[in-house]
């Protein structure tokens, strides 16, 4: 028989070990804003946004390269995106850049501020090793997304340090890609992937 004292004891040394607890975390969320009569307290539990970030040249999708890229611009992208995320119940941060350095910000913010990252990194998915230890150390979903297939490209293209850290990897169908990272984000956050 455990008393209660010594079940608390235990109960915060396993949180000392394990301070972050992502699957029961994102339920209890999703409980909350569902009205879900499970939800351990009446207090509206907010669901963090799932970010969206893009890397270098991103910016310019749809102005050259449509044979590769397709036609469809970030903008509307980001519009796309937004909504099927609405669909789902969830809000977005969509962002691009060029530097990496701001990549790695974006990412490091989405520890405290997301509840996971979809990212097409462009061309540092192929380069960056700081990319990789900031989705390391995210401790949340990660898909990664890229409009071509880079496997089907030219050999540097074949490497991605996302991957290595990546939760799943959706290439090759264009913008379509995106929506499908949000699909799967969505199951994988409610915990029923
Ligand atoms: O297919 C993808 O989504 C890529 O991430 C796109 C990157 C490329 O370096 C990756 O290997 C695969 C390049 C993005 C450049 O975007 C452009 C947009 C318009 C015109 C030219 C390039």
């Given at each position: 028989?455990?008393?209660?004292?010594?079940?608390?004891?235990?109960?915060?040394?396993?949180?000392?070990?394990?301070?972050?607890?992502?699957?029961?975390?994102?339920?209890?969320?999703?409980?909350?804003r569902s009205g879900d009569p499970l939800a351990k307290s009446g207090k509206q539990i907010k669901?963090?946004?799932?970010?969206?970030?893009?890397?270098?040249?991103?910016?310019?999708?749809?102005?050259?390269?449509?044979?590769?890229?397709?036609?469809t611009t970030l903008p509307e992208i980001r519009n796309l995106v937004a909504e099927r995320a609405d669909h789902h119940g969830f809000k977005i941060v969509f962002r691009q850049s060029n530097h990496e350095g701001d990549l790695i910000d974006w990412i490091q913010e989405a520890r405290v501020k997301g509840c996971g990252v979809i990212l097409n990194g462009a061309a540092y998915t192929h380069t960056s090793i700081a990319i990789y230890d900031a989705l390391k150390a995210l401790a949340k979903p990660i898909i990664e997304v890229h409009l071509s297939n880079p496997h089907a490209r030219e050999p540097f293209r074949h490497r991605s340090f996302v991957s290595k850290a990546a939760t799943g990897v959706i290439v090759g169908l264009g913008a379509q890609g995106y929506l499908s990272a949000v699909d799967a984000m969505a199951a994988l956050v409610k915990g029923k992937p």
């Open positions: 028989m455990v008393s209660r004292q010594s079940q608390k004891s235990t109960n915060s040394a396993r949180s000392r070990l394990f301070p972050y607890r992502p699957p029961n975390d994102y339920k209890e969320r999703n409980r909350a669901t963090l946004p799932i970010y969206v970030l893009n890397g270098p040249t991103l910016n310019l999708l749809g102005t050259r390269e449509p044979e590769i890229y397709g036609r």
